[in-house]
């Protein structure tokens, strides 16, 4: 194991330049260490060149680095040397099965440091000094070494193609071009590459752009997860409040029940036993002058049978009806039955809210954002009718085509004052507020003209940027000239590349915070597109420029 760990550094500490160990290592601005000799041989052979490069990397210096031993690796250097693991430092160098070997080397070859493209050979560091020290190799072009530098040569020819043919789309030498591409439209092919690399770019900004878009959907998508997350633990916090604060008030009813029931019951009970006390104190009275009325009659003497009748033969009156009546086992069941009735209420009530609460808990529906259409005809299945509203049109604004045209006339119109009339901006909003998605198109004439969206409470009178499209939090703008496109909204102005068309297509997705200006000609070119969000309805706008007389903007009717 501590062999093949020495082994590894010992790649790290070797220098390109003399495939060795390093001696007295040096690490130049880029990173990359050499024997301090090595490279100031390498670099006094560039002394005529203005700046001195790295020979791996190809990084420049201005001026000529000031070299300064590299502590660290020496020491590293002088301790694999001490414990004798010193592997061949030699070995990382030749190439592999994977590796790009080196065209020159003969026997076991060297990895390929550079290929060249006008040799079409590939060479290791060792043999590609030539390059780099002969004026004579000035002008070849190295690049990362390749193992299909083969596929530059004509199988025809056996030349190398420099040459592209736009007819064919292929690469070609020049003696293709004097027969079987002879005629065709032809170009070097590093100017085609110039051409290409442009498409290139544009691609990679369209597909940066798209990243970028959907990392900002990605964030949003998880902001709406922690917004679901939220909204139903708060749900479930307040349910079960819900349903505590009635489950505690059912509690409370039915202490209430029992306690008048057993105050009833005590009331009852206490009149009964009274009545019980009264009845059987009469018993007793009652039986003890029946003992009396015996003792009498078993009396055999007449005259004292006579002397004490008076005294016993008179009843007193009885303290209670003779006529009570018990109800069998109908005491309290009626306030079963009550209660009954209740719950039969109350299981009726929770069956019908519970089907709305469970509604309630299905409609829940998370609106995403809508994919944005790809064509022109996707786009018109959201077309919407726009209208002006002559209220809000400064007065130097003609409207004409049944309000959905504004031409910059030179002379005021004669529109009565209005609290939604723009008065110092040439501006003007629709009637339509729009909250939905959506989808219109302006044709603008001249130039210097506004196409926009804004809240209906932008400031109408003021001539400062409050009221100016674009200007301010309420309102964004897209500006479209002759030559230049720039978008505005709060007074941050952003310049958009695209080609100029006299007509701006305009996508609202209101929900999802979305809009977007398009380019539209035979096709439809992207300009620009806004994520956010909407607070307000939103309503189309345009506006026009004093220095641009009889310029306009209509809003075209879309089929």
Not at 195 to 204: A, T, W
Not at 377 to 405: C, V
Request: aromatic share 6%; net charge negative; glycine share 4%.
């Amino acid at each position: 194991m501590a062999q093949r760990g020495a082994q590894l550094d010992s790649e790290s500490i070797s220098c390109s330049i003399c495939l060795d160990l390093l001696k007295d290592p040096v690490t130049i601005p880029c990173g990359h260490s050499y024997c301090m000799d090595c490279i100031k041989e390498y670099w006094d052979r560039e002394d005529q060149r203005r700046s001195h490069g790295c020979p791996q990397c190809r990084k420049e210096f201005i001026p000529r680095p000031v070299l300064e031993k590299n502590i660290t690796l020496t020491d590293l250097v002088e301790d694999l040397k001490k414990t004798g693991l010193q592997a061949d430092t030699s070995d990382h160098f030749y190439a592999g099965p994977e590796d790009v070997a080196c065209d020159v080397c003969t026997g076991r070859k060297m990895k390929a440091a550079m290929s060249c493209l006008v040799c079409l050979v590939t060479y290791c560091e060792k043999h590609l000094q030539p390059h780099y020290q002969s004026p004579a190799f000035k002008n070849h072009k190295l690049v990362n070494p390749s193992k299909k530098l083969h596929q530059n040569i004509c199988s025809r020819h056996d030349e190398v193609m420099k040459i592209f043919c736009r007819t064919d789309q292929q690469c070609i030498c020049y003696l293709c071009t004097m027969d079987e591409h002879k005629g065709h439209e032809t170009v070097p092919a590093a100017a085609e590459r110039t051409e290409k690399q442009k498409e290139v770019q544009v691609s990679r900004q369209q597909i940066q752009q798209r990243i970028q878009d959907q990392e900002k959907d990605v964030k949003l998508l998880q902001q709406e997860v922690e917004a679901i997350n939220i909204s139903a633990d708060k749900a479930v916090e307040d349910s079960e409040k819900i349903f505590t604060e009635m489950i505690r008030l059912i509690q409370k009813r039915s202490s209430d029940v029992k306690q008048q029931i057993r105050s009833q019951q005590e009331t009852e009970v206490s009149r009964v036993k009274e009545l019980q006390e009264k009845l059987e104190q009469e018993i007793t009275e009652l039986k003890r002058k029946d003992a009396e009325l015996k003792q009498l009659s078993d009396t055999e003497d007449h005259s004292q049978f006579l002397l004490n009748y008076p005294s016993l033969s008179a009843l007193s009156e009885s303290t209670h009806s003779s006529s009570i009546n018990i109800r069998p086992l109908r005491y309290f069941e009626d306030v079963t039955a009550a209660v009954s009735e209740l719950r039969e209420k109350l299981e009726d009530i929770l069956r019908e809210t519970w089907t709305n609460i469970s509604l309630k808990v299905t409609e829940v529906d998370v609106l995403l954002p809508q994919p944005e259409p790809e064509t022109r005809a996707g786009f018109l299945k959201y077309s919407q009718e726009i209208s002006l509203d002559p209220n809000s049109a400064n007065k130097k604004l003609l409207l004409s085509e049944g309000n959905k045209k504004a031409t910059l006339m030179k002379q005021q119109q004669s529109y009565p004052d209005h609290p939604d009339r723009f008065t110092d901006w040439l501006q003007v909003l629709s009637r339509e507020s729009l909250t939905e998605r959506c989808y219109w198109e302006v044709e603008w004439k001249e130039r210097g003209i506004d196409v926009a969206v804004s809240y209906k409470n932008i400031s109408r009178a003021e001539g400062l940027d409050e009221c100016l499209f674009g200007a301010n939090d309420k309102s964004w703008s897209l500006y479209c000239d002759t030559d230049n496109y720039k978008f505005c909204h709060n007074n941050i102005q952003t310049p958009v590349s695209g080609p100029v068309s006299s007509r701006v297509g305009v996508y609202l997705d209101h929900r999802a915070g979305i809009l977007s200006f398009y380019s539209v000609s035979e096709t439809m070119t992207l300009l620009h597109r806004v994520q956010t969000t909407f607070t307000q309805p939103l309503h189309a706008g345009v506006g026009l420029h004093y220095v641009y007389l009889g310029s306009s903007a209509e809003f075209v009717k879309l089929k």
